[in-house]
Every structure is written in structure tokens, then in C-alpha cells.
């Protein structure tokens, strides 16, 4: 009977001693494995954005593009004010500004060849269609004693001024062959396209 007593209590402990093992290994186990995961899990979080993160930064940098380009084309399409062409009047008007600021315009009268204009001090300006100067003769002005030198080309002032210095040019006019110039002693010079005497 002693015996069965303690083979029954050696039974006993052998088996307390195990469940404790079991429970203390899976005591263990279970919090390792669930660190691990939570350790992992952080590190996925933090190295690599979940799904609807990153679409969601995709959708905004996509937006930000979309502004950006509706901003360039905004820019794009806009298209300067074409300004109205000059009248003839605004034309004569800033031709006769610039090289007869003393005098004002007497009339303009229009034909076929162009216009024929008439400043307030007898000088009179001819031009063509399109509105380029044919012809200034300053014969019979009160004001100028002489064409402005800036209408004059460089290399016929040039020539009057070397070959004939107590002169100065009345009239000059456009030809189809180059130039005409009217000096104060009523001689005239006649010049090629290139300026050479003709």
C-alpha cells in the first residue's frame, strides 16, 4: 500500500511539474510572438505606407498637376489685345510731330495717289497710299528755312554739305528713279537709288 501511495504521489508531482513547464513555455511563446508581430508591424508601417495612404498622395500630387497645368494653359490661352491700325490722320499726325513740332496741320486732302497735306506755316507733304512720304517742300514755309535734316537721307545731306556749304535744301521728293532735291539757289541735284548723282 505504501508503495501504490507513492508511486501515486511521484504520478502527481511528474504531472504538476509538467503542466507548470507547459504553461510557463506558452506564457513565454505567446508574448514573443506577439512582440514580433507588433515589431514587425512597426516596421512595415514605418518603411512602407499602407495602400490608402499612398493612393491617397498620389490623388493629391495628381490634383496639385492638374492645378498647376490648368494654371499654365490659363496663361497659355490668353492672347494679348490686338491694337486697331493707325488711321491715316493718326499717321500724318505722328510723321509731322516728329519733324515739324513748331507748326500744326492745316488740312489733309485725299486722291488717288494718296494724301496731300498742308501745314499752317505753307510747308506741304506728300504721301503715297500706304502712307509713306513722297514729297516735303519747305519753298514757301514761314517756319522752316529748310527740310528737317532728319527726313533727308544721311548721304545727300552729306553731299550738299561737302559740294555745295552755302546751301540748303528746300524741296526734296521721292522718284522713281532715287532722289530730287531743290536747293535755296532753285538749283537742282538728282540722285540714283544708291545716292550716286545721276
Do not use: R
Amino acid at each position: 500500500m505504501k508503495n501504490i501511495l507513492a508511486i501515486l504521489a511521484i504520478i502527481a508531482m511528474f504531472a504538476l511539474s509538467c503542466s507548470k513547464e507547459v504553461e510557463s513555455s506558452s506564457g513565454v511563446q505567446a508574448p514573443n510572438k506577439a512582440l514580433s508581430a507588433q515589431v514587425k508591424g512597426g516596421d512595415v508601417d514605418q518603411e512602407e505606407p499602407q495602400e490608402g495612404e499612398e493612393a491617397e498622395g498620389q490623388e493629391e500630387e495628381a490634383t496639385e498637376e492638374e492645378a498647376t497645368g490648368e494654371e499654365a494653359t490659363g496663361e497659355e490661352t490668353e492672347e494679348p489685345q490686338e491694337e486697331e491700325p493707325a488711321t491715316p490722320e493718326e499717321v500724318i499726325a505722328g510723321f509731322v510731330a516728329a519733324h515739324f513740332p513748331e507748326v500744326a496741320i492745316a488740312s489733309i486732302s485725299e486722291s488717288e495717289e494718296g494724301y496731300e497735306v498742308k501745314l499752317e506755316d505753307g510747308t506741304q507733304i506728300n504721301f503715297s497710299a500706304d502712307l509713306e512720304w513722297t514729297k516735303v517742300s519747305c519753298k514757301h514755309s514761314s517756319v522752316y528755312t529748310f527740310v528737317p535734316e532728319s527726313i533727308v537721307p544721311e548721304e545727300i545731306t552729306a553731299y550738299v554739305v561737302e559740294n555745295h556749304p552755302d546751301n540748303t535744301i528746300m524741296d526734296i521728293k521721292k522718284t522713281g528713279f532715287g532722289w530730287m532735291v531743290t536747293l535755296n539757289n532753285k538749283g537742282k541735284i538728282k540722285f540714283n537709288k544708291d545716292f550716286s548723282i545721276k
